[in-house]
């Protein structure tokens, strides 16, 4: 970070000490060299901060401030963690210790499905979105599954006029695919009998879990709150509140990272401010 301020999104050095490890790895089993030509040009931990620096204020690429790398060398990483797996696998572990922290075993048992729409920029390539016929929207459709503890498991992202069962179909099969000690899931009504079919195919029991009408007001639903929460919480990376990104599979990614930054900041206890000034 050298001598620069430091921004409240930055990763402190006890976040640093869970993430760096990961990328250390990564980098000694690199053989090509780096966007500008020069093998390990850049701190790595710079490309993170100017990565969660953009999840958190939204800024566009042009905009990323001078102090922190630059948008070929930020964009460079982002893509090639996006498509080697990284993001996911530096996620993932890091949930795996914020669960066993928590007295939970490694993987979970049981998840919460939800989607949520968000509204696309004029930008975004009009063959990836769509409207949500019930809400609306017209963008793209982010689906989570969660466990118990709000960590992300799986994430899908389709244009919003994709179908909530379709959506709750692919969450299964990657629910399944890497985390197979799932063996429930709870859902809302927007998700049909097709995806409790297909669920008991993969070997999980599927509950829709129904809203109450006898209660005025706003009611936590059983089960169902934690996803809701999770969707609260990434709304505060504003490049999460609206869909900027061109491939669905940046949004995944972006949604990747955006969590990762949560689980290390509950890992070390520590908090970022925030946007929302007082």
Not at 179 to 206: E, I, M, N, S, Y
Not at 270 to 275: A, M, V
Request: glycine fraction near 6%; aromatic fraction near 8%; charge should be positive.
């Amino acid at each position: 970070m050298g001598d620069r301020k430091r921004y409240p999104s930055d990763v402190s050095d006890e976040q640093w000490a869970l993430i760096g490890p990961f990328l250390d790895a990564w980098k000694a089993r690199r053989v090509s060299v780096s966007v500008s030509g020069r093998h390990g040009d850049y701190d790595l931990r710079e490309i993170v901060n100017a990565i969660f620096y953009q999840n958190r204020t939204g800024c566009q690429w042009a905009y990323l401030p001078h102090d922190l790398p630059p948008k070929s060398a930020t964009y460079y990483y982002f893509a090639l963690w996006r498509d080697d797996g990284t993001d996911q696998t530096i996620h993932d572990l890091l949930r795996c210790q914020a669960r066993e922290k928590a007295g939970r075993r490694e993987d979970p048992t049981a998840v919460v499905l939800d989607t949520q729409s968000i509204r696309a920029a004029n930008h975004v390539p009009a063959a990836t979105t769509g409207k949500d016929a019930g809400k609306k929207v017209p963008g793209r459709k982010r689906g989570l599954a969660v466990d118990a503890l709000g960590l992300i498991i799986a994430v899908v992202v389709t244009a919003a006029s994709v179908t909530d069962n379709a959506i709750g179909i692919r969450l299964l099969d990657k629910v399944t695919e890497h985390t197979p000690t799932v063996t429930r899931a709870w859902v809302d009504a927007g998700f049909k009998q097709d995806v409790a079919l297909h669920g008991a195919v993969l070997g999980v029991d599927v509950e829709v879990v129904k809203r109450s009408d006898t209660k005025p007001g706003f009611v936590p639903i059983r089960k169902r709150w934690i996803v809701e929460q999770v969707n609260g919480t990434l709304m505060l990376h504003r490049r999460l509140a609206r869909e900027y990104e061109s491939r669905p599979e940046s949004s995944v990614s972006r949604t990747l990272w955006a969590s990762t930054a949560n689980i290390a900041r509950r890992l070390t206890g520590t908090s970022t401010p925030s946007w929302r000034h007082r």
